[in-house]
């Protein structure tokens, strides 16, 4: 049975450790236990934000809604079809956890996919990718709550809408639902994924040109690890900004404005700018507002100097220096950056 909890502090629920507390929460710990919740009167009718490990969320002030924490656990492998094994995990699951249970099982295929940050439940929500995989590349179905009939429903791929860091879930169902279960479909045939740029040079600094799947998952730490902090660390919500897609008259004028300016070509014919890139051009690697900074390894992290100032950074701090780097990328470019994690 669920219990309330009044003026929650939120600052260990969020991985940029940002300061903030929720009116009222709730620790989802099954199915039932947000069905009974939605079958109380008084909760049923309430504004409600679901939180999954925070880890694509920041905190601008106390939080009203009511928090469902999601706290469903559980794997299993499902089935065994014709070309992949069918596995399934609670969405309160750590990603990371069930990436390296997968592999444990003699599954790959989320290798790449190692050290994000989060739970299970949020990876379909913002179609989490790294290292030339993204989820929607391995996803089979999910099962969420209705949080206003509390009808419970399984989604496809095509049904989620997924697109680079977007998913329904971001638009249509946002706060509408509760992801409760997710399942992966694992390919019986593994095909190594190492044409990422990263990968690629790792594999021939290392003269290993056809990594096993647990080599690509311990490259993957090893390049996360030195490139990206670590939450634990030094919080934050991995890359804030979305790298930008771009038409080739686009691309060109930006070329023109700077020669040296990182892209990739896309299959559609666009082009996706490193917004790594158009930030670090502009100076910002290592600057930042009050206690929120530009991580100095990577200019597309924002991360919480709170560690090195004594004070922690408040979601304002963090919101004025993204602004403060939208307007100079903007400025230089002509590139609106759009914010990744969820602003709330
Ligand atoms: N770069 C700079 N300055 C920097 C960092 C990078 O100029 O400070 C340039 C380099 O030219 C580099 C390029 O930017 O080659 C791209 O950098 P990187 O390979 O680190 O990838 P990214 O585009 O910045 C994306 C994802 C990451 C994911 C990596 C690897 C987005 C928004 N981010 O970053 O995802 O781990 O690729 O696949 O698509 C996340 O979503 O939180 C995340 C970390």
Redesign the pocket.
Known sequence: MFKIEANAPLQAHNTFGIVAKALQLVNIQSKDDICNLLANPELQPLPKFVLGGGSNLVLTGDVKPLVLKVEITGKRVVREGVKHFIVEAGAGENWHDFVTWTLAQNMPGLENLALIPGTVGASPVQNI???GVELQDRFDSLDYIDLTTGESKTLDAAACQFGY?DSVFKHALTDKVLITHVRFALPKVWKREIS???LDKLSKKKNELQPTASMVFDWVCQI?SA??PDPKVDGNT??F???PVVTPEQCKDIIGRDPNV?FYKLLDGNFKL????LI?ACGW?GRGVGNAGVHPN???VLINKGRETGVPATGGEVMTLAKAIQTSVYERFGIRLEI?PVVL
């Open positions: 990718g790294a290292y860091r990422y740029a990263d996360r490139k990206l991995g890359s900004f979305k790298n990182a490193a917004a790594a890139w670090d690697k990577h200019a597309l990744e």
